[in-house]
Nanobody
Framework: QLQLVESGGGSVHPGESLRLSCTAA????????IGWFRQAPGKEREELLC????????NYIASEQGRFSISRDNIKNTVHLQINNLKPEDTAVYYC????????????????WGKGTLVTVSS
């Protein structure tokens, strides 16, 4: 059974960058569509970016285009979320999720979720 593990979160200052990772210990992510989501305190979980098995990506946060990027490394069985120029409003728990079919990442259509990694941005 696919189990996802996120890592790379932490406490950072505004303007800094983080690279979050999503990996699976005992299963291959190669054929999975992987999405990154976040949930800020008191808010609903929101879609960020999605990457299909082909490497094609979908951006759900057009207003933040340029600060967020997604990539996959099939050799290391990892999908990364790069966040640049972090802002206090980026404070949230960041989740990755997988689905076996389809190239998009609807929040309510993912098959497997990780437990999340906390990102805190403060001065």
């Amino acid at each position: 059974q696919l189990q996802l593990v996120e890592s790379g979160g932490g406490s950072v200052h505004p303007g800094e960058s983080l690279r979050l990772s999503c990996t699976a210990a005992a299963s291959s992510l190669r054929s999975q569509t992987i999405g990154w989501f976040r949930q800020a305190p008191g808010k609903e979980r929101e879609e960020l970016l999605c990457i299909g098995s082909s490497g094609a990506s979908t951006n759900y946060i057009a207003s933040e285009q340029g600060r967020f990027s997604i990539s996959r490394d099939n050799i290391k069985n990892t999908v990364h979320l790069q966040i640049n120029n972090l802002k206090p409003e980026d404070t949230a728990v960041y989740y990755c999720a997988a689905r076996a079919y389809g190239s998009l990442c609807p929040r309510h259509g993912m098959d497997v979720w990780g437990k999340g990694t906390l990102v805190t941005v403060s001065s």
